[in-house]
């Protein structure tokens, strides 16, 4: 596994129960993931020392981080089986290659200009005012991105990204935001699981609700628009593909090449996880069944919750969690990190219920119940 956050720790933990073993390469010595695999090679992802070591122990090879270097997988690929292939890992981690990929394939997204220059901005076509402004690579959970309204508040951004190669998107007005983790294998058989409707908060995932209330026909095509991809790509792993609905339409904003925030629901409330499927393509398996059994409603919580605010001042303390306890339909996950920083996803929790607007409901009085204050 290249990469060690929590995702990681999800697929290490999958590959476990199933029988497999699992190294994790991760520069953090605190690696949630690194913390439960068998072993931990503590360097960078372009140690080629490193690299060698895992090339030479492992069967095969996978990774929960997108910024990984494309030239460490293509490295890895020569003496070992690497999924998602390099190839489909380097089109999701570019802003400007995933847009050009979905233009190039008919596949629905924002209008959009590469932005490499000042002028570039100064030639964008009007209609993407207002726009956002957005870093080509590296940019997660909202960071490396600016609205702006105009040409001017773009030349503007672009100078205080330090004249990063970005992309410029048409600012969409948003009727919601759905999201669709899929598993392909490398027979090319594709299994969806139910869409996620997402809402965020200061950019960052908040909740996710499942199923997505939005009308019947849109779940089926945002899966359809996801295989679709996945195909394209020849994708073998775990793909989530995040989606806008506009005026009732669906609009590709992104993918991950990997499982995603947004499935986390699948660990409580599917027959197979997002991270079960990883390990079975990963291993050449037949993919489990992705049917949920149980509608779920997700809540990320974030290292905020950490900092108690007292007259004296703020305070480090782990919360109290028997709160979420108190709930018998709840899941609590916790990714074992080592600190809690504002803004940094420390776990989730998943209400499980027969009732969609039940388990709404209950998350939104367990996330009230922990702490979590929504701004007016
Ligand atoms: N073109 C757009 N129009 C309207 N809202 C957008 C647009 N692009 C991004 N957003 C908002 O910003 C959020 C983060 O953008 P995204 O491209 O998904 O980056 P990240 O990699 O940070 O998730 C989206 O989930 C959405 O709420
Ligand atoms: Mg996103």
């Not at 990204?161 to 007005?173: H, N």
């Not at 504002?342 to 998943?350: L, W």
Request: glycine letters at 8%.
């Amino acid at each position: 596994m290249l990469g060690g956050g929590q995702l990681g720790r999800f697929f290490v933990a999958a590959a476990h129960e199933m029988g497999y073993h699992v190294w994790v390469l991760d520069p953090d010595p605190h690696s949630p993931a690194a913390l439960i695999a068998d072993r931990h090679l503590l360097a960078a992802y372009d140690d080629y020392a490193a690299l060698d070591e895992l090339a030479q122990g492992c069967a095969a090879i996978t990774t929960e981080f997108e910024n990984v270097p494309a030239g460490t997988l293509d490295y890895l690929n020569k003496f070992v089986l690497v999924r998602p292939s390099a190839a489909a890992v380097s089109v999701c981690q570019n802003r400007i290659a995933e847009k050009n990929f979905l233009r190039d394939n008919g596949l629905p997204h924002a209008g959009f200009a590469a932005v490499h220059h000042e002028h570039d901005l100064r030639e964008a076509d009007d209609r993407l005012f207002p726009g956002i402004l957005k870093v080509a690579r590296f940019g997660y959970d909202g960071k490396g991105q600016a609205v702006v309204v105009n040409r001017d508040a773009a030349v503007a951004a672009f100078q205080q990204f330090k004249g990063e190669t970005c992309v410029l998107e048409q600012k969409l007005a948003l009727d919601c935001e759905v999201s669709v983790v899929l598993a392909r294998d490398e027979t090319g058989s594709i299994e969806s699981f139910p869409t996620a409707e997402n809402s965020h908060r200061k950019g960052i995932l908040d909740v996710s609700l499942v199923p997505a209330r939005v009308a019947a026909e849109l779940h089926d095509e945002a899966a359809g628009l996801a295989g679709r991809i996945a195909d394209r790509l020849g994708y073998i792993g775990t793909l989530a593909v995040e989606f806008f609905v506009v005026h009732g339409k669906l609009v590709i904003n992104e993918m991950a090449p990997r499982p995603h925030n947004s499935g986390h629901y699948t660990i409580d409330a599917c027959i197979t996880s997002q991270y079960e499927q990883q390990v079975r393509a990963l291993c050449g398996l037949p993919l489990g069944e992705a049917r949920a059994h149980s509608t779920a409603a997700m809540v990320n919580l974030l290292g905020d919750l950490w900092y108690e605010t007292t007259p004296a001042g703020d305070h480090y303390r782990e919360p109290d969690w028997s709160k979420l306890h108190a709930f018998a339909n709840l899941k609590l996950h916790l990714y074992g990190k080592h600190h809690a920083r504002p803004g940094r996803k420390m776990g989730h929790f998943t209400v499980l219920d027969a009732d969609p607007e039940n388990a709404r409901q209950v998350a939104m009085t367990a996330r009230a119940a922990i702490g979590i204050v929504d701004a007016a």
